[in-house]
């Protein structure tokens, strides 16, 4: 045993101090670094072997580590991180839930083009997210400003703000959908008593081109209150003296909002935006809710991506071809997150 | 105020008083109509689900509670559809998987804020990269492996997708990153464990965190559409949105049922958000949101 | 739940070799690792499979047999058949599943494709959902079941061979509707309109509806109602024979859609746009008693019949009401008309498959076709004695007409099978809601139809 153990001390030993001097012959940072932590590693088995334990500290500060990971990380791993894989693999296959797999290559992308289906649900996924991401934003920033100031029943105001996002989808919708009801709804009724809008010029808010609006006014009605606490959030963090400064210095409130505010808020808007795209890419049960009718179907003026991508998972079992589209659609969020990333370490450099 | 004085410093104090008055009444006009513009639709559904089918498209004249309120419309509404068994269903999914996400959330959390370990970044990383997945990319797959588990149309795998979130891990982290090292420190100088730190300082200490991790899981899970949709087929198993949904589909001309069901839906809800709306903003105020 | 423990950590074994495989050589992997991802639904079946026999060895010779079925509290036949059947079979337990009817052929498709399903019976609602079944191998090819117990399929009037696939039946049909017109008696009183007659063409008809509406404020009479459906529209087209909704070119439907948005222009029926913001229900606008005319399945016969009684239906708004065989072009036929079948099926996972098709058997024979006519539905075996049994019963118009109405000279399938039938449907379903939003003219949305159709019919 302790033969053993003498050997493979005088191993570790020589390890090292090969590596000392390779280190300082090493001209390169970054390698000098790599080969610094390697020999701190050895060091480290140097000392335990020599301690006589079995188990060194690092192993053990590891193994509490992981233990207080274990319990999410095994849940997120099987149930989200493995599907996220066969994802991946999907793509390029063809299966429909019960026969045999087969390979297909690029064959399910290939489609895409001159899928009427698919080309539709891009384009209105794409304006979707270019309506709602600007709107929900000025509009959740604007309802932070104002309810940061010192007011009356600001709790009031901002649970107010907040009602249309914890407010379930279902509900909601079925009020939406009689509120802008095309011939009975309270709105056409107020454009047509006061002003004075022809009968049968009264919008369709549900068909059409004007779908896809409805959409965006419905979207950005509820998640602004969402996007209004981050944003309060983010303000609260701002100094007051920065404020104080400014007046000293005789900035009015546009000024005082341009210099200090939005350059200050810059992280938080970044994460907005980027929440914010991400979200609206994924948009499904609104689209279904207020322009599926009664059968939830949708029309190529309002069908979305998540809707043609469960289409054909659970009504054609074309699980390949739905998973390529999934595809398509990470892609999108991935590039959109990737430029947003890049524009920001712009701006902080 | 005294109105006898009249020189020039306080004129000028008076004019801007009066802009300041202004700007105040401005202001309130302002948030006034865009309360309007938030609580009238609910406003709307409370008064619709105690009218009959007729009076809730009449306009004029237009009333909010209408002579003889409908008030059976709120028994009617448990009898025609299980409603009953829908809000057990979603109650015990909502609250299991709010806990378990609190519990693992912040338990991983710790370990990610306070401690240092081999391949933290690597596994950090594979949480934030699932942030930006939409689910919709993965849900497929995701069905195909719950279904070859056995796990299909329970709400054993509703609970299972939505306990384990990266969102929760990353909120808490940047929550815990913000508590002082030198507690820890302190603490571990003391002989404590890693598990009674977490415990006994950083739990007690992360109330705020805590509450906004279950609003949003709360809302998310009890309002979640699509999820049940998919793995929740047998009628007993159902959730609300489910069931709300379906009656929509089924009574679709009876607004006033359709109405106070969707009033009965949302009141869980907003008793969990005014419980913890006083932790709210300061708890996302504290989780920094560095993206 | 030790045993389902093992499987799930079975199954992502399973899986995760799978996935290896896959990652591995992508060119042949999954094709040779396939068998591996059935396995655990073998494992799952056969699982079931046990569960569901303990019982019976215990008492002797038991059958359960397991039956999706969709609306049970408001579909009174499920119970009836099942008491029927029981009653006549000692031994045997029927059970019911209810997945309920929205989006109950995804929910069957997708309950048959994964493990643990142990149903022996399956209902089969529509044909687009039949088509994915079978697609799916997840159905037994009754025919060698049909040859052993000598039916003669000639009685189901043909509709067999429109819902055969590559020359095999997989479902045999229990439950035959078809499409009539619905009218409120009342309203052409009160008009002084003759009411409308069994050999009625669309000139008539559209005159008819023309008459009767009154777009007065307050009372306001629709002549006519189009629930949102396509095939309220669009079947109008198929009634000739001559064409059917898998042709491929969709031009014949010109005409009707014209027919109906002029209609809708005109004040005479209520407008697509406002039912589906609604989502109302043909049921509530006809028993709103303000609509004088529906066509509508024959289905909506014994929930007329029910709904009056139970007073659920104001008697005085839509209490006096008939029906009427479906309108025609000129120079067809009168009497043909549209039909969708509902069948039974025997899951290809039943372990008891014999006794599933015996179930099968009687309900879709002449006793199940009697339990069928007594709750006022049209069984699939049709004869003049189940004509009889339903215009005999209580709350069924009493006039000539109306019975008359119930002998059909043609049925076609709404859809019958073809091979991309779902995709079809789809595209069918979507522009027949461009059209009728107004989102595109007639023309262009008839285009759109015959490009995508031929595109899909293509591939």
């Known amino acids: 045993m302790d033969e053993k153990k003498a050997a493979l001390m005088q191993r570790l030993e020589t390890e090292a101090a090969e590596l000392m001097r390779q280190i300082r012959a090493e001209a390169d940072i970054e390698k000098k670094k790599k080969l610094i932590v390697k020999r701190d590693s050895i060091q480290r088995k140097l000392t335990a072997t020599r301690n006589n334990r079995r188990i060194s500290r690092e192993t053990k500060r590891d193994l509490v580590?992981?233990?207080?990971?274990?319990p999410n990380f095994i849940g997120f791993a099987v149930f989200t991180l493995v599907p996220i894989v066969?994802?991946?693999?999907?793509?390029?296959?063809?299966?429909?839930?019960?026969?045999?797999?087969?390979?297909?290559?690029?064959?399910?992308?290939?489609?895409?083009p001159t899928d009427t289906f698919f080309?539709?649900?891009?384009?209105?996924?794409?304006?979707?997210?270019?309506?709602?991401?600007?709107?929900?934003?000025?509009?959740?920033?604007?309802?932070?400003?104002?309810?940061?100031?010192?007011?009356?029943?600001?709790?009031?105001?901002?649970?107010?703000?907040?009602?249309?996002?914890?407010?379930?989808?279902?509900?909601?919708?079925?009020?939406?959908?009689?509120?802008?009801?095309?011939?009975?709804?309270?709105?056409?009724?107020i454009l047509y008593k006061v002003f004075s809008v022809p009968q049968d010029q009264l919008p369709k808010w549900f068909s059409g081109s004007l779908v896809l609006v409805t959409l965006v006014l419905f979207s950005v009605w509820k998640y602004m209150g969402y996007y209004m606490v981050i944003y309060l959030a983010g303000l609260q963090g701002i100094s007051a003296e920065l404020y104080e400064a400014g007046s000293l210095d005789g900035a009015n409130t546009w000024q005082k909002f341009c210099y200090i505010t939005w350059p200050q808020l810059r992280s938080t808007t970044f994460f907005v935006v980027v929440m914010l795209t991400i979200n609206c890419f994924k948009v499904y049960d609104i689209a279904v809710m207020l322009a599926g009718g009664g059968d939830g179907k949708l029309s190529t003026s309002a069908t979305v991506l998540v809707y043609y991508i469960y289409q054909n998972a659970f009504n054609y079992w074309d699980l390949g071809y739905s998973s390529a589209i999934a595809m398509v659609l990470f892609v999108m969020v991935l590039i959109v997150t990737l430029i947003q990333f890049r524009y920001e370490k712009k701006l902080e450099a | 105020m005294n109105g006898i004085n009249d020189n020039a410093t306080n004129k000028k104090y008076k004019s801007k008083r009066k802009n300041e008055i202004i700007g105040k009444i401005f202001l309130y006009a302002i948030l006034l109509l865009i309360t309007i513009c938030m609580i009238l639709p609910f406003l709307w559904m409370l008064s619709a689900s105690i009218k009959s089918n007729r009076e809730v498209f009449v306009m004029d004249p237009f009333v909010w509670i209408p002579k003889q309120p409908k008030w059976d419309n709120y028994v009617k509404i448990w009898t025609k559809i299980p409603l009953l068994k829908f809000v057990q269903n979603t109650v015990v999914l909502t609250i299991v998987v709010t806990l378990l996400q609190l519990l693992t959330s912040s338990f991983a959390a710790y370990s990610f804020a306070k401690l240092d370990f081999k391949h933290k970044n690597k596994l950090f990383l594979a949480?934030?990269?699932?942030?930006?997945?939409?689910?919709?990319?993965?849900?497929?797959p995701q069905f195909i492996m719950m279904r070859s588990m056995g796990l299909n149309d329970k709400l054993l795998a509703m609970i299972c997708l939505q306990a384990f979130s990266a969102f929760g891990v990353f909120l808490m982290k940047q929550f815990y990153e913000g508590i002082?090292?030198?507690?820890?420190?302190?603490?571990?100088?003391?002989?404590?464990?890693?598990?009674?730190?977490?415990?006994?300082?950083?739990?007690?200490?992360?109330?705020?965190?805590?509450?906004?991790l279950t609003i949003f899981t709360f809302v998310n899970t009890w309002n979640d559409y699509l999820g049940p949709l998919i793995y929740l087929r047998t009628e007993t198993k159902k959730t609300i949105q489910l069931g709300l949904k379906m009656f929509i589909g089924q009574y679709s001309a009876e607004y006033g049922l359709i109405m106070a069901g969707s009033v009965v839906s949302l009141v869980p809800v907003i008793i969990v958000f005014l419980c913890l709306q006083k932790y709210f903003v300061e708890g996302v105020a504290s989780t920094g949101l560095k993206g | 739940m030790k045993r389902r423990l093992v499987s799930v950590m079975l199954s992502t074994v399973m899986l995760s070799t799978v996935l290896a495989g896959c990652g591995g050589n992508t060119a042949q992997g999954p094709v040779a690792e396939t068998p591996a991802v059935e396995?655990?639904?073998?494992?799952?079946t056969s699982d079931a499979g046990e569960s569901a026999e303990e019982p019976a060895a215990a008492a002797d010779e038991e059958i359960t047999l397991k039956w999706a079925i969709w609306d049970k509290d408001i579909t009174p036949y499920w119970q009836a058949i099942k008491d029927g059947y029981e009653a006549t079979h000692p031994g045997v337990t029927v059970e019911m599943t209810d997945l309920g009817a929205t989006d109950y052929m995804t929910v069957l498709a997708t309950e048959l494709s994964g493990s643990g399903s142990d149903f022996d019976v399956v209902t089969i609602k529509d044909v687009p959902g039949y088509a994915t079944l079978v697609s799916k191998n997840t159905l037994e090819p009754l025919d060698s079941y049909i040859a052993d117990a000598g039916i003669d399929l000639s009685l189901y009037?043909?509709?067999?061979?429109?819902?055969?696939?590559?020359?095999?039946?997989?479902?045999?049909?229990?439950?035959?509707?078809?499409?009539?017109?619905?009218?409120?008696?009342?309203?052409?009183?009160?008009?002084?309109?003759?009411?409308?007659?069994?050999?009625?063409?669309?000139?008539?008809?559209?005159?008819?509806?023309r008459k009767l509406a009154d777009p007065t404020f307050g009372s306001q009479v629709y002549g006519t109602h189009y629930h949102t459906w396509r095939s309220a529209v669009q079947l109008f087209g198929v009634l000739d024979g001559k064409h059917t909704v898998m042709d491929g070119n969709y031009d014949f439907f010109r005409p009707y859609y014209e027919m109906v948005l002029k209609q809708e222009d005109d004040?005479?029926?209520?407008?697509?746009?406002?039912?589906?913001?609604?989502?109302?229900?043909?049921?509530?606008?006809?028993?709103?008693?303000?609509?004088?005319?529906?066509?509508m399945g024959s289905w909506y016969i014994s929930t007329l019949i029910a709904s009056l009684a139970s007073g659920e239906y104001d008697t005085s708004l839509c209490g006096n009401w008939g029906i009427v065989k479906y309108p025609h072009a000129e120079g067809v036929e009168p009497g043909s008309t549209l039909g969708t079948i509902t069948g039974l099926a025997v899951a290809g996972v039943s372990d008891q498959k014999d006794a599933a098709f015996d179930f099968v058997e009687w309900v879709s024979g002449p006793e199940g076709a009697a339990v069928m006519a007594a709750t006022g539905n049209f069984p699939a075996l049709m004869n003049d004695e189940i004509s009889e049994i339903i215009a005999g019963l209580d709350g069924f118009p009493t006039d000539e007409a109306s019975r008359e109405a119930l002998s059909v000279s043609n049925l076609y399938l709404e859809v019958p099978y073809a091979e991309k039938v779902s995709e079809v449907n789809d595209i069918l379903d979507t522009y027949h809601k461009s059209i009728m939003n107004r989102e595109v003219s007639i023309d262009d949305g008839i285009a759109s139809m015959n490009t995508e159709v031929e595109k899909i019919l293509a591939q």
């Open chain 2, 127 to 140: 949480y934030i990269a699932t942030i930006a997945m939409p689910w919709q990319v993965y849900m497929v």
């Open chain 2, 180 to 212: 002082p090292n030198d507690l820890c420190e302190a603490a571990r100088i003391d002989g404590m464990s890693e598990y009674r730190i977490y415990a006994k300082i950083m739990l007690p200490l992360s109330k705020p965190a805590l509450s906004t």
């Open chain 1, 86 to 112: 066969f994802a991946f693999l999907l793509a390029f296959m063809n299966w429909d839930g019960s026969n045999a797999i087969s390979f297909v290559g690029f064959d399910n992308f290939k489609r895409m």
């Open chain 1, 65 to 70: 580590a992981y233990s207080f990971i274990a």
């Open chain 3, 39 to 44: 396995e655990p639904t073998e494992a799952e």
């Open chain 1, 119 to 189: 080309l539709a649900a891009l384009k209105n996924t794409i304006l979707y997210v270019l309506g709602t991401v600007p709107l929900t934003m000025i509009a959740s920033l604007a309802l932070a400003i104002v309810l940061n100031q010192k007011i009356r029943a600001r709790g009031f105001f901002r649970t107010v703000a907040f009602f249309p996002y914890v407010a379930s989808l279902a509900a909601i919708t079925a009020v939406w959908s009689m509120i802008f009801h095309p011939s009975k709804g309270p709105v056409n009724y």
């Open chain 3, 267 to 295: 004040s005479i029926c209520r407008n697509y746009a406002d039912l589906s913001a609604e989502g109302l229900h043909y049921s509530a606008a006809f028993s709103g008693g303000d609509v004088a005319m529906l066509n």
């Open chain 3, 157 to 209: 009037g043909g509709v067999d061979s429109q819902v055969r696939v590559d020359g095999n039946l997989y479902e045999l049909p229990f439950r035959n509707d078809f499409w009539v017109v619905f009218y409120n008696k009342d309203i052409f009183d009160a008009a002084g309109v003759d009411y409308p007659t069994n050999d009625m063409t669309f000139e008539q008809y559209d005159e008819l509806a």
